[in-house]
């Protein structure tokens, strides 16, 4: 495990960068990778005085020293087991801190209909495939991932493919005393008609301490469908910044349900592109506490007519955590039948829990059905005084209230399979 060598940008800004990436692994030995990383670095360089830091991410990367995982770490097929999670028949593809590990994965045994590999792979063995479909942006923490890109996980799906079984990408981090840096990308692509099911599981062994930057592409093409199930269990001296960037092509759907029961810092970005007759449904139910900090937000942009999008955040913040929901819906010009809804609930309970919802909504075409709906507020009174009067004490009560509302986030979800699973992963914890 060798140190990183994050330096000090400007003396009154404390954000890590790396001081020379000609010392880190190249990726592949193509003049496109270099060309990537360099311009990634330059970009984030750039940008990176512009953009506002929140506090709880400043505080974590100034008071930390991080370190790159250089070996690749293979775990028991035990602990695998154990925390697989969703307790379910799936292809399993597993990233320990970042890196593809392929021992452990199903690789060989998915489909010729359906490719996978690391990316790390695929940049040295297929370089091609990637020049086009690995993009730097213009956020701060997407180029400070392009700029580190080393590993991750591609994910193709054939024409008219639908598998008879999910696909479970297993996310684990690992670590001693040291904070492990990742950066991790994955990269997901449905081609006309193919139908996936896709489960994902982030989480932490026991007292890891870790930064993960990353960044999930998701591109579905013409009458594809992709559901997408993902469950987050964060250790609470961790850092996770995620960018999601969706893109539902014509008479695509994308349903998304994202259950977060431990968070630690968590900074999480959806940008959402929605095209003709496309359907986009997002639920994410988040449950902080401790000093846990959570900032979700939801970029919505409908580009073409006839389509519709349904995103919906329900947080339950407890002790000094700090939960805050933001959606911000775009629709371009002269567009015809939008009907999109943003709905954020955040329950408090405690005194020092706090809640906080943006929505936004920029609408420049006419034919629009648009609704939003935002509450903020702590348990009531009426419901605990119903449920002792059934003789259930009042810890127990606060308990099925907050559990049941973190649990309506997935009243439609269809698999009940999936469903089970989530009510386990709130009720039993």
């Given at each position: 495990?060798?140190?990183?060598?994050?330096?000090?940008?400007?003396?009154?800004?404390?954000?890590?960068?790396?001081?020379?990436?000609?010392?880190?692994?190249?990726?592949?030995?193509?003049?496109?990778?270099?060309?990537?990383?360099?311009?990634?670095?330059?970009?984030?360089?750039?940008?990176?005085?512009?953009?506002?830091?929140?506090?709880?991410?400043?505080?974590?990367?100034?008071?930390?020293?991080?370190?790159?995982?250089?070996?690749?770490?293979?775990?028991?097929?035990?602990?695998?087991?154990?925390?697989?999670?969703?307790?379910?028949?799936?292809?399993?593809?597993?990233?320990?801190?970042?890196?593809?590990?392929?021992?452990?994965?199903?690789?060989?045994?998915?489909?010729?209909?359906?490719?996978?590999?690391?990316?790390?792979?695929?940049?040295?063995?297929?370089?091609?495939?990637?020049?086009?479909?690995?993009?730097?942006?213009?956020?701060?923490?997407?180029?400070?991932?392009?700029?580190?890109?080393?590993?991750?996980?591609?994910?193709?799906?054939?024409?008219?493919?639908?598998?008879?079984?999910?696909?479970?990408?297993?996310?684990?981090?690992?670590?001693?005393?040291?904070?492990?840096?990742?950066?991790?990308?994955?990269?997901?692509?449905?081609?006309?008609?193919?139908?996936?099911?896709?489960?994902?599981?982030?989480?932490?062994?026991?007292?890891?301490?870790?930064?993960?930057?990353?960044?999930?592409?998701?591109?579905?093409?013409?009458?594809?469908?992709?559901?997408?199930?993902?469950?987050?269990?964060?250790?609470?001296?961790?850092?996770?910044?995620?960018?999601?960037?969706?893109?539902?092509?014509?008479?695509?759907?994308?349903?998304?349900?994202?259950?977060?029961?431990?968070?630690?810092?968590?900074?999480?970005?959806?940008?959402?592109?929605?095209?003709?007759?496309?359907?986009?449904?997002?639920?994410?139910?988040?449950?902080?506490?401790?000093?846990?900090?959570?900032?979700?937000?939801?970029?919505?942009?409908?580009?073409?007519?006839?389509?519709?999008?349904?995103?919906?955040?329900?947080?339950?913040?407890?002790?000094?955590?700090?939960?805050?929901?933001?959606?911000?819906?775009?629709?371009?010009?002269?567009?015809?039948?939008?009907?999109?809804?943003?709905?954020?609930?955040?329950?408090?309970?405690?005194?020092?829990?706090?809640?906080?919802?943006?929505?936004?909504?920029?609408?420049?075409?006419?034919?629009?059905?648009?609704?939003?709906?935002?509450?903020?507020?702590?348990?009531?009174?009426?419901?605990?005084?119903?449920?002792n009067t059934r003789g259930i004490?009042?810890?127990?009560a606060k308990n099925i209230i907050?559990?049941?509302?973190?649990?309506?986030?997935?009243?439609?979800?269809?698999?009940?399979?999936?469903?089970?699973?989530?009510?386990?992963?709130?009720?039993?914890?």
């Amino acid at each position: 495990m060798s140190d990183v060598k994050l330096s000090i940008v400007d003396e009154k800004e404390n954000i890590p960068f790396i001081s020379d990436y000609k010392n880190l692994d190249n990726i592949g030995f193509y003049p496109w990778t270099l060309a990537f990383k360099r311009n990634a670095m330059d970009t984030y360089k750039r940008i990176f005085n512009k953009k506002n830091i929140s506090e709880p991410i400043l505080n974590f990367i100034t008071n930390n020293k991080f370190y790159l995982a250089k070996e690749k770490f293979v775990p028991a097929l035990e602990t695998l087991f154990k925390y697989k999670t969703f307790d379910m028949e799936a292809y399993t593809i597993v990233l320990v801190n970042g890196k593809y590990i392929p021992e452990i994965s199903d690789e060989e045994d998915l489909p010729f209909s359906i490719y996978s590999d690391g990316i790390n792979n695929c940049l040295i063995d297929n370089p091609d495939f990637l020049q086009n479909r690995v993009f730097i942006g213009n956020d701060l923490f997407v180029s400070l991932n392009s700029a580190y890109l080393h590993d991750g996980v591609v994910l193709k799906v054939s024409k008219s493919e639908k598998l008879s079984k999910p696909i479970h990408i297993i996310s684990l981090h690992i670590s001693d005393d040291k904070v492990l840096f990742s950066t991790p990308r994955i990269i997901i692509e449905l081609e006309e008609g193919a139908k996936l099911d896709l489960l994902e599981s982030s989480l932490s062994l026991s007292g890891a301490k870790y930064f993960e930057n990353k960044v999930l592409q998701i591109d579905l093409k013409a009458g594809s469908t992709l559901n997408h199930y993902r469950y987050f269990s964060n250790s609470d001296d961790s850092l996770c910044i995620e960018r999601d960037f969706v893109e539902c092509g014509d008479r695509a759907k994308y349903n998304t349900y994202n259950c977060i029961s431990k968070s630690g810092i968590m900074d999480m970005k959806y940008n959402f592109n929605i095209l003709s007759n496309a359907e986009l449904n997002s639920y994410t139910s988040v449950y902080s506490a401790g000093k846990n900090k959570v900032n979700f937000v939801a970029d919505i942009s409908h580009i073409a007519s006839n389509s519709s999008s349904n995103v919906e955040f329900v947080g339950v913040a407890n002790d000094n955590s700090n939960i805050s929901f933001s959606t911000l819906l775009n629709t371009s010009a002269l567009l015809d039948n939008i009907k999109t809804n943003q709905l954020s609930k955040i329950l408090l309970l405690s005194e020092n829990a706090n809640g906080f919802i943006k929505p936004f909504q920029s609408i420049y075409s006419q034919n629009v059905s648009a609704f939003h709906g935002a509450t903020v507020s702590g348990i009531k009174n009426d419901d605990l005084f119903f449920l002792n009067t059934r003789g259930i004490n009042e810890d127990d009560a606060k308990n099925i209230i907050y559990k049941s509302y973190l649990l309506s986030a997935f009243s439609s979800i269809k698999n009940s399979l999936v469903l089970d699973e989530f009510i386990k992963f709130y009720w039993d914890d």
